[in-house]
């Protein structure tokens, strides 16, 4: 039997590329050097792409392969993906919710903790001798008991709340609508994200990227929150303005911010890298060995699935 044809448009780790040939024809999108040309020799036979969530897939690859029946993500997010053009003719478009969660939530609720708590520094000032030079290390903010704000209770928001119930921090939300299975945890809907800023003292970003929550966390939202509030953004850099970030946290108009996504990866702007009320992380949510096999996984299910003429087993379309 002749194995489907797949543009695989970026590397994935080794364990993910055996199987990945075993099962399709491989066109490696990413290794080509004239991409073009690429596109216009191969693209013709495409019936399926393999891409990942920071790659997502443009108009231009989607209408260079006329024959594409479905686009598999590694990822939660497919922003990135032209979803209009899938709509437009059809096309079938999947994602890896649910396996990365749990880990994207313990990063969000590390990064609260090492930015109130100044891990980073504190590690530096116990390697570098300042412990010995300087004696104790300057003191830092309590984490618990402080008021937590989750602007887009998804599942991986809904996955931070409950941890942060560990830490005795009264939960408030913002989405879209009240959800039962909050208010029985007890979490309290806020509907707006200014409001909810206003509410909290640390505000997490976990919404879908979309044009309608680009920019949400603008100069309204961050002063809000306020000189004593700190930001932690897990989602999507796009979701918050960062040059009205930048400003407040120069100015101390903002207390603090943890970040694992920026407006553009991965050379993000430098001035963050000036800032020492800022902690950076290079968008490792979903970084762990289990996850991401598990999400290789997922991505191969996907479009096995598709042709072998079974259901999808995460459609997005
Ligand atoms: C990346 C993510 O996709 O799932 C998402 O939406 O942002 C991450 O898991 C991952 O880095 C693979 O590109």
Redesign the pocket.
């Known amino acids: 039997m002749t194995k489907p044809e797949i543009l695989q448009l970026?590397s994935y780790p080794a364990w993910d590329e055996e199987p990945l040939n075993d099962a399709f024809t491989v066109h490696r999108y990413f290794e080509a050097a004239d991409k073009a040309a690429f596109l216009a020799r191969v693209g013709g036979n495409v019936r399926g792409i393999a891409t990942?969530?920071?790659?997502g897939a443009s108009r231009a690859i989607i209408e260079a392969c006329p024959k594409l029946e479905i686009i598999s993500?590694?990822?939660?997010?497919?922003?990135a993906v032209d979803v209009e053009a899938c709509r437009a003719r059809g096309i079938h478009l999947t994602?890896?919710p649910d396996v990365?969660t749990k880990d994207?939530a313990d990063l969000a609720v590390a990064m609260m903790l090492a930015q109130a708590r100044g891990i980073p520094a504190a590690e530096r000032w116990a390697r570098d001798g300042s412990w010995t030079a300087k004696g104790g290390f300057p003191l830092t903010r309590r984490a618990w008991g402080r008021r937590a704000g989750i602007l887009g209770l998804g599942r991986i928001g809904f996955e931070i709340a409950r941890r942060l119930k560990g830490f005795d921090m009264p939960i408030s939300y913002s989405s879209r609508a009240p959800k039962a299975e909050a208010e029985a945890e007890g979490f309290v809907y806020v509907a707006d994200p200014v409001e909810l800023a206003r509410q909290t003292d640390v505000l997490f970003v976990a919404l879908a990227a979309t044009a309608e929550t680009r920019h949400i966390v603008g100069r309204e939202v961050i002063a809000a929150l306020g000189p004593e509030g700190m930001l932690v953004n897990i989602s999507?850099g796009s979701n918050v303005d960062e040059e009205a970030l930048i400003e407040a946290l120069t100015t101390g108009k903002l207390g603090s911010a943890a970040l694992d996504?920026f407006e553009s990866e991965p050379v993000f702007d430098p001035r963050l890298l000036t800032l020492s009320n800022v902690l950076l992380q290079p968008?490792?949510?979903?970084?762990t060995v289990e996850?991401?096999k598990a999400?290789g996984q997922l991505m191969r299910d996907n479009l096995t699935a598709h042709f072998s003429g079974a259901p999808l087993l995460t459609p997005v379309l």
Do not use: E, I, P
Request: avoid cysteine; charged fraction near 20%.
């Open positions: 970026g990942r969530g920071d790659l993500v590694y990822g939660v997010g497919y922003d994602n890896t990365l994207v999507r996504v968008h490792h949510g979903s970084g996850t991401r999400m």
